[in-house]
């Protein structure tokens, strides 16, 4: 089969590592890519967000079937128009992407299907939004209703700050995101990715990955898209739990509403002392999540993508995964996730993929016209290590960083799956 990945991340890069090992899979294009999938990929250049762009390409190349890596191509309704044209897709329509594009739905989606979340309640003007802070409690939790690039949510500490935060969100910090604005419990406990493959009717389990939000070690700093993860999580145990009460009943809502969800959920979860709460749904893979759960995934990827685009997820009667501990630990530009330079030069690559264990995926790279590597994104790089511990996993991936990696522009958080040595 030809087959076509949307995207240009880590995420995409493990994506096309997994999917080329695939025997269904005769050719691998990849829109727009980056370096590190251009090594095993034909990219075009098309943006990920271009639809008719990237429609044109799939009809004019016969593409047999399309991936979706990220979330902006499926809230403009990629896989409605993939199909409409007869090209098979993995990913959500527009409207089954409501899940993760508009946060009001996926709340009053669970308020109607009984599905465990933070009480919660959906503003269009600021001075109801406030009034509501006098039946909350401290912290607020403040979020804009739309897809904000993951930033689009803030914990106000005092009402104070969450009556300043609320002034700032209608007024336009998040440009139309913000227009509807959601005031949240804050819950407390551990918080967890878990993902699931969907195909409208039901869902199959997958795992559960950790990721780790913050910019600098001990979760200290601005929020990020994420500077590592692991898998698996020492002391999970909650899969049947989070099956029974939070996923099945959203495969169900949704075909019951009239919008099937076909894709991957990442539900993002807060361990609480009641039981596993959903805190919000993403309908694609985690990134930097993805990279892990493709390193320990030993069933064939494509396949069961396949099977979820036709409805026949019921046909994977197993999925298997490495018992090992893999980590995965991204080199990010010095400022992100602020302001930071690109176009730097990255050496090393080649020597960190041939240590024991180590696979590295690109992020924001690319090559200049005499095929040197640059840095070309925030972040960058994913040292990805795999181990018969996690102990050993962490070694590997943070020794192919300190002496393979050769790029005094990045930086790394130095205590990614810190928590999982420990065993918490
Ligand atoms: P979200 O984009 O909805 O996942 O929120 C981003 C982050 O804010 C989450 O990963 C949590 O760390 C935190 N958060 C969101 N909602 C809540 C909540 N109701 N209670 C506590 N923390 C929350
Ligand atoms: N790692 C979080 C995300 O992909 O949104």
Same mark, same amino acid.
């Given at each position: ?9 880590g995420?995409?890069h ?5 999917? #080329? ?13 980056n370096a590190g999938?251009c090594e095993?990929?034909?990219?075009? #250049? ?8 990237? %429609? ?7 593409? &047999? ?9 499926? !809230? ?51 001075? /109801? ?19 904000? !690039?993951?930033?689009?949510? $803030? ?25 509807? %604005? ?40 601005? #929020? ?12 999970? &145990? ?17 075909? !019951? ?34 990279q ?10 494509? /396949?069961?993508?396949?099977?979820? !685009? ?13 018992? &090992?501990?893999?980590v995965n630990v991204v080199v990010a530009a010095d ?7 690109k176009g730097e030069t990255i050496k090393g690559v080649e020597a960190a993929n041939l240590m024991e264990g180590v696979q590295v995926f690109h992020a924001g790279t690319t090559r200049d016209?005499d095929g040197a590597l640059l840095s070309a994104g925030?972040r960058v790089l994913n040292i990805t290590a %795999? ?6 996993? $962490?070694e590997r991936a943070y020794t192919a960083i300190d002496e393979a990696i050769d790029w005094p522009g990045g930086y790394v958080?130095r ?10």
């Amino acid at each position: 089969m030809k087959i076509l990945l949307i995207g240009s991340g880590g995420r995409e890069h493990a994506l096309a590592w997994k999917i #080329n090992q695939s025997p269904l899979c005769k050719q691998l294009i990849c829109a727009p890519g980056n370096a590190g999938i251009c090594e095993i990929a034909d990219c075009v #250049n098309i943006k990920a967000d271009d639809v008719g762009g990237l %429609v044109k390409f799939a009809l004019r190349e016969a593409v &047999n079937f399309v991936v979706v890596g990220p979330e902006v191509p499926l !809230a403009l309704g990629l896989v409605d128009e993939l199909i409409t044209q007869g090209i098979a897709v993995f990913g959500p329509t527009e409207a089954a992407a409501m899940l993760e594009s508009s946060k009001a739905f996926t709340k009053d989606f669970c308020t109607r299907h009984d599905i465990p979340t933070a009480k919660y309640d959906v503003f269009t003007n600021v001075s /109801d939004a406030k009034a509501y802070l006098d039946v909350m409690d401290a912290p607020y939790v403040i979020k804009a209703d739309g897809l904000a !690039a993951g930033k689009g949510v $803030v914990i106000a500490e005092t009402r104070a700050e969450a009556e300043t935060e609320l002034d700032e969100f209608f007024s336009g910090k998040f440009g139309g995101a913000g227009d509807c %604005v959601l005031i949240e419990e804050f819950m407390t406990g551990h918080e967890i990715s878990f993902f699931a493959l969907a195909d409208g009717i039901s869902v199959l389990p997958l795992i559960a990955a950790q990721d780790h939000k913050r910019a600098f070690d001990g979760d200290k700093g601005p #929020n990020t898209g994420g500077m590592g993860a692991y898998s698996p999580v020492p002391g999970f &145990n909650d899969e049947k739990k989070i099956m029974d009460e939070i996923l099945i009943p959203t495969v169900r809502g949704m075909a !019951a509403e009239g919008t099937p969800f076909t894709g991957v959920f990442f539900a993002g979860l807060m361990m609480t002392k009641d039981g596993p709460k959903l805190i919000e749904y993403n309908v694609r893979f985690g990134d930097p999540e993805c990279q892990v759960l493709m390193r320990r995934l030993e069933s064939d990827l494509l /396949d069961m993508m396949i099977k979820a !685009a036709k409805g026949k997820l019921a046909q994977v009667d197993l999925v298997t995964w490495s018992p &090992n501990a893999v980590v995965n630990v991204v080199v990010a530009a010095d400022g992100y996730p602020g302001t930071y330079v690109k176009g730097e030069t990255i050496k090393g690559v080649e020597a960190a993929n041939l240590m024991e264990g180590v696979q590295v995926f690109h992020a924001g790279t690319t090559r200049d016209k005499d095929g040197a590597l640059l840095s070309a994104g925030g972040r960058v790089l994913n040292i990805t290590a %795999v181990g018969m511990t996690v102990v050993q996993a $962490v070694e590997r991936a943070y020794t192919a960083i300190d002496e393979a990696i050769d790029w005094p522009g990045g930086y790394v958080r130095r205590d990614i799956a810190k928590m999982a040595i420990k065993g918490k």
